[in-house]
């Protein structure tokens, strides 16, 4: 280990690698700053540079960077104008942009930056201790594991709902679920409920749904509700900077719990960042007491620490299958693969014996990269934050055009642009009438890989005999129902304590 870790220093520390580590960490943190363009199409766009490069090396650590980047400034859109275009930032957005709308904006891009900064150096550290024997742990996990890790995500989704809004958010899921079976069946391989519309073949778009769910709403209410347009807080919002201590004590913790979390979930094949920052804000809400609880979705630095943390640290453990076992951890490592494989290196258990170099070389870089990202943004946060000095009225032409561009990118398809309006407008109803909409999108995302993995475990096993005849399946599945009563048991508890307390007064 340590000849691997001196090697990987030696090739990660020449000139030319840490010119593209600098570059891939620059043009991903401005595309993860574009809502609709996420790390998947920069990267496949980057690949014939990466291949031209002819040092494999050279190019893994260009392409992570562009990789880990995009999701470090993905989190920009989500807390100044409510637009996650990339999935792994959805949950950003629960608690950033409540908080840029109090006029602490700086404060959330500065928790942001930090917390993603800690998430992928702590993940970097463990993929160079652990990536070995991680590597055979994630070989226990298969399509049944998978299924109950998807209802785990489901059954937390009391964490996205307010006090006596666990209905709503109920509702919400089903309607995200049922969204999630548009397009191709995983049973039956057959196009449902596209109405004999070819565009509906593929399903909907989760760019379109999202700029739908946040971003085309947010501005059809500056054009609704004049006030919102007005200032509330801006001039705050670019002084106020700095962590107090007071601050970095609460969030260490969630920073540290996190941090592992979010790596190990992205060691599983498939399950990736987006999975990685619900489950960390779920766990972190559920696990909070009293006020604190209440604040989460209302503008809490625990709550916008908690995903920014698991999402990067997620992407550096997504590596983990990636390079041991040739195994994509998600579609943006799937594309890694392929890179990785026009340059004639096969990603395997042999990888770090037979290209010691390129296995360390790219851990290597991770650290570097992960300073780089931090000495990129924290001193640009002043000028991202100027976006709110605005007027509002004016941000409402940039907001729907990045929001048009994003859809109709997704896809290159003109229809995406109608689901667009018209899912938007649904979604600007159900905001008036206090729904909570992210426990739809987080149905339909996780909706698709449960029924991908559920199809593939009744394949195997001729039935449903794998929910209860596989061990850590079932764990996973009481673990999911532990969600659902534990937080309805604290609630009636504490209403029980609450009219004891009445009576006894």
Not at 304 to 313: D, Q, S
Not at 341 to 359: C, E, H, K, Q, T
Request: charged share 10%.
């Amino acid at each position: 280990m340590l000849e691997g870790v001196l090697l990987g220093l030696e090739t990660a520390l020449s000139f030319k690698n840490l010119l593209l580590v600098v570059a891939g960490c620059l043009v991903g943190t401005l595309i993860g700053m574009l809502p609709g363009l996420g790390p998947m199409s920069i990267i496949a766009i980057m690949i014939p540079v990466a291949i031209t490069l002819g040092d494999p090396s050279a190019a893994l650590i260009l392409l992570a960077g562009v990789y880990y980047g995009a999701i470090f400034g993905g989190s920009t859109s989500s807390i100044l104008i409510n637009a996650p275009g990339v999935a792994g930032t959805v949950a950003t957005s629960f608690d950033g942009y409540p908080m840029a709308r109090q006029g602490k904006a700086g404060k959330a891009l500065t928790i942001a930056a930090v917390s993603s900064f800690t998430g992928g150096t702590v993940g970097a550290i463990l993929l160079m201790g652990f990536a070995p024997i991680l590597s055979s742990v994630a070989l226990l996990f298969h399509s049944a594991e998978y299924f109950a890790m998807m209802i785990v995500g489901l059954s937390a989704i009391a964490a996205f709902a307010g006090t006596g809004k666990v209905t709503k958010a109920l509702m919400m899921t089903v309607i995200g679920l049922i969204l999630a079976t548009v397009g191709e069946s995983a049973l039956f391989n057959a196009p449902r409920f596209t109405m004999g519309l070819t565009d509906l073949q593929s399903g909907f778009s989760f760019i379109t749904l999202a700029m739908a769910l946040f971003a085309l709403p947010e501005a059809l209410y500056l054009v609704l509700d004049p006030r919102r347009a007005e200032s509330d807080g801006k001039n705050e919002a670019i002084k106020d900077l700095r962590i107090t201590r007071a601050e970095a004590r609460a969030i260490a913790p969630v920073v540290a719990r996190q941090s592992v979390q979010g790596f190990l979930i992205g060691v599983m094949p498939g399950a990736g960042a987006t999975l990685a920052s619900f489950l960390g804000y779920a766990v972190e809400r559920n696990i909070a007491k009293g006020e604190e609880q209440e604040e989460f979705g209302k503008g809490s630095i625990k709550g916008l620490a908690a995903p920014e943390t698991a999402n990067n640290a997620a992407c550096t453990g997504s590596f983990v299958p990636l390079l041991t076992l040739g195994i994509p951890g998600s579609g943006t490592t799937a594309i890694l693969l392929g890179a990785l494989i026009a340059l004639n290196v096969n990603p395997g258990p042999r990888l770090m014996i037979d290209n010691p170099s390129v296995f360390w070389s790219v851990i290597i870089s991770m650290y570097i990269g992960n300073a780089v990202l931090l000495i990129l943004n924290l001193p640009l946060i002043p000028y991202i934050a100027r976006l709110l000095t605005v007027p509002r009225n004016y941000l409402i032409p940039f907001i729907l055009f990045f929001t048009m561009v994003g859809a109709y990118i997704g896809q290159n398809n003109a229809t995406e642009l109608l689901l667009l309006v018209g899912l938007g407008v649904c979604a600007t109803i159900l905001r008036f009438a206090d729904y909570p909409l992210p426990p739809l999108l987080i149905g339909f995302i996780l909706g698709g890989m449960m029924e991908n993995n559920f199809a593939r475990s009744v394949n195997l096993t001729d039935g449903i005999a794998f929910m209860y005849e596989r061990p850590m399946t079932l764990c996973l599945l009481i673990f999911g129902l532990l969600l659902i009563f534990v937080p309805a048991y604290r609630r009636r508890r504490a209403k029980a304590l609450q009219k004891g307390v009445a009576l006894g007064d």
